[in-house]
């Protein structure tokens, strides 16, 4: 799947309407990890899928 700059996404997680925290190091590495995705250092579902073990 493919998308492209500004699509809107919606993201189903349980306890969604929980408040939650983060402290500054948890912060730090979403920020990373959200960063490696923007620039396209990421697995894919089909790649993740085949290299599963059968």
Known sequence: MSL???SMVAVLARGADEPFELSSEDEDELLAAISE???G???TVEELLRDLPR
Do not use: D, K
Request: no cysteine; aromatic share 12%; net charge negative.
């Open 4 to 6: 492209t700059e500004g």
């Open 37 to 39: 995705i923007e620039r």
């Open 41 to 43: 250092e990421f697995v």
